[in-house]
């Protein structure tokens, strides 16, 4: 059965800490796609990034980066130099190949930023 | 392009009461979804569409019934509501091929709140 678990629920630090918010996916598949998701105080969810299971490659995008790693079925995500705008809950998300790309969401980790 | 839009915002129900909630979405694509989001819980796969005159249960399909008409349009309802359907809806909808392939655009969110 699919899985996500994102087993830190909240997580503070102080502005221009580095951060990594855990994820673990669980899935029979060899074709498969990961996701992350913001949801900041507003309440709109804001696409980060999609990760297919064949590209292993870590990706890094300003601030934000992502590993990937089959061997532990983990795909973290990284903020560097945090900013109070990095606020907000992250969401996890697996998607299964050939299964209407229906998501399968971890329960989140809220991300608090003090200044 | 509006993307993916939900009517309404907001609803407060009394217990036992009806409601339909919309979603409309404007890229043309073909799979659209309900999700429900929880506190602690993150978001929660009511039903699915892969094609106009089409829909399947989610994980949580329970006291909701779906109807996608129109290519452009996702209809849920709640023919008699109960508190336990307090949540917020998220409404998505994704395409099978192109660009975005794969990646779900969310629509803003309707808070329900069953009294």
């Known amino acids: 059965a699919q899985k996500v678990t994102q087993a830190q629920t909240e997580i503070s630090v102080v502005e221009k800490e580095d951060v990594t918010l855990d994820c673990v996916y669980e899935?029979?598949?060899?074709?498969?796609?990961l996701f992350w998701y913001k949801q900041p105080p507003s309440g709109e969810l804001v696409f980060l990034i999609r990760r297919n299971s064949f590209d292993e490659q870590n990706e890094i995008s300003g601030r934000y980066s992502w590993n990937f790693q089959k061997s532990t079925s983990s795909f973290n995500f990284t903020i560097t130099a945090s900013q109070v705008v990095d606020s907000a809950v992250y969401f996890c998300a697996l998607s299964e190949a050939g299964d209407t790309d229906k998501l399968i969401f971890g329960t989140g980790t809220r991300l608090q930023v003090f200044p | 392009n509006a993307g993916v839009t939900q009517t309404p915002k907001f609803r407060v129900l009394k217990t036992g009461q009806s409601m339909t909630l919309l979603c409309a979405q404007d890229m043309n694509h073909e799979y659209m979804y309900w999700y429900r989001q929880d506190p602690g819980m993150g978001l929660r796969l009511i039903h699915y569409s892969v094609g106009e005159g089409t829909t399947a249960k989610g994980e949580v399909p329970d006291g909701y019934n779906v109807s996608r008409l129109k290519k452009q349009n996702f209809l849920l309802g709640l023919e008699s509501a109960a508190p336990s359907q307090t949540s917020v809806y998220f409404c998505?909808?994704?395409?099978?091929?192109?660009?975005?392939?794969?990646?779900?655009?969310f629509g803003p969110g309707t808070r329900l709140t069953v009294l």
């Open positions: 998505a909808s994704s395409s099978i091929g192109g660009l975005s392939y794969n990646e779900q655009f």
């Open positions: 899935t029979r598949d060899t074709t498969y796609y």
